[in-house]
């Protein structure tokens, strides 16, 4: 990686980091892209070289954050589909408090698109034959069951959410699973 390189990504780091802090503090409608240079210590033009605005810096950092959830292979059979969860609830503790700061600043549900696009990059990947309402159905109940988890402090482990979002998906009413 050349000088030029390692700078673009220290620059766009800062300038993640620095609206990652002010969010702890500041509510995110009140955040202006002033306030985010100033706390990062960089340009207008850095700024805007790099992001269109600070919705922008939130969705590419969601997006790296969770491009890692594509690793297990046919991550939704049914061989799989545990390890799967368990790896995303994984990463979704690890986040946690950014998480949290997402959804107390009520911003967390404009990531339901990124969580369908990731479920159907991973569809489509692994060559999976499903239904095209799969990726809606699958993100909206992740992002449900998400919310209710951050809200209750992370009380299950990740291996305890796979069991009850499992539960959920093939439970039959009448039957004992």
């Given at each position: ?102 959804h107390k600043n009520k911003i967390l549900y404009r990531f339901l698109d990124q969580l369908r696009d990731i479920t159907e990059s991973t569809i489509t990947d692994n060559q999976l034959n499903v239904n095209v309402y799969q990726p ?42």
């Open positions: 990686m050349n000088t030029a390189d390692t700078y673009h990504e220290s620059v766009c780091e800062a300038i993640t980091q620095a609206l990652l802090l002010l969010m702890k503090h500041e509510p995110y409608e009140r955040i202006t892209v002033m306030d985010i240079i100033r706390k990062a210590g960089v340009g207008r033009s850095s700024f805007y070289r790099n992001f269109i605005d600070k919705d922008d810096v939130l969705e590419k950092y969601v997006s790296r954050l969770f491009s890692g959830s594509r690793m297990i292979p046919e991550p939704y059979s049914n061989e799989h589909l545990r390890k799967t969860i368990i790896s995303h609830y994984r990463l979704y503790y690890e986040n946690r408090e950014f998480l949290m700061t997402l809606a159905f699958f993100s909206a109940a992740n992002l449900g069951v998400l919310v209710h988890w951050l809200e209750r402090g992370c009380r299950e482990t990740p291996e305890e959410i796979a069991e009850i979002i499992i539960t959920l998906l093939f439970h039959t009413p009448g039957r004992d699973c």
